[in-house]
C-alpha cells in the first residue's frame, strides 16, 4: 500500500497549456523575422581594418600578459594559472631569489595557439601579474613561433593600466 502513495506522489503531469500559435512558434518565427527588418534600415558603416585599428574597450580579452613592474615581474610562480588553464596552455617554472618575494618564474611559457583567451589565469592570479591585453593580432608561420616566452609577455604596467584599473574596479 506505502508503494501506491510513493508512485502516486511521484508521478506529477504538468502539462503547459499553451495555445495554437505558441505551439506552432508562429509569434517566435515574426519576433525573429522583425529583427532582421529592423537591421536592414539601420544605417551600415565599414570598418577600414587594416588601416585603422579598433579601439577596445577595457574589458576586451586579448592575449594574455606578465605585468612587470620597476623592472621586475609580479609573478611570483605560484602556478595556479597554469593548474586552472582549461586547455593547458601554460607552463610555468619557478626559481628563488634573493629579492623581497621569495620566488620569480624562471621559465614562463604561453603557448598561442593553444589558448582560448577565457580569462581564468587572470582571475586567479593573485597578484595581477598575468591579465588579458587589448592586443588581438596573432599569426604563426611555425608552431614554435606561437610560444611565447618571458621576452614577449612581459608589457609594463604603466602600458597596461587601462586593464588594471578595470580589474580592480570590478572584483
Given amino acids: ?8 506522489k511521484s508521478e506529477l503531469i504538468r502539462v503547459k497549456d499553451l495555445s ?10 515574426l519576433k525573429g523575422m522583425f529583427t532582421a527588418v529592423k537591421q536592414i534600415f539601420k544605417p551600415k558603416f565599414t570598418m577600414q581594418y587594416p588601416e585603422v585599428k579598433v579601439e577596445h574597450a577595457a574589458s576586451f580579452r586579448g592575449r594574455p600578459v606578465l605585468v612587470e613592474e620597476n623592472g621586475t615581474e ?20 619557478a626559481g628563488e631569489t634573493p629579492l623581497a618575494k621569495e620566488r620569480y618564474p624562471e621559465k614562463f611559457e604561453i603557448n598561442m ?47 597596461m593600466k587601462p586593464r588594471l584599473d578595470f580589474l580592480r574596479d570590478h572584483r
Fill in 1 to 8: 500500500m506505502s508503494d501506491d502513495k510513493y508512485l502516486q
Fill in 20 to 29: 495554437f500559435l505558441q505551439r506552432a512558434y508562429v509569434v517566435e518565427i
Fill in 74 to 93: 609580479r609573478c611570483v610562480a605560484c602556478g595556479l594559472c597554469s593548474r586552472v588553464c582549461p586547455a593547458l596552455a601554460i607552463e610555468v617554472q
Fill in 113 to 159: 595557439t593553444r589558448c582560448i583567451f577565457c580569462g581564468f589565469c587572470e582571475e586567479v592570479c593573485p597578484e595581477e601579474a598575468i591579465i588579458m591585453s587589448n592586443e588581438y593580432e596573432l599569426a604563426f608561420s611555425s608552431q614554435a613561433e606561437s610560444v611565447f616566452g618571458k621576452d614577449r609577455l612581459l608589457k609594463s604596467a604603466q602600458e
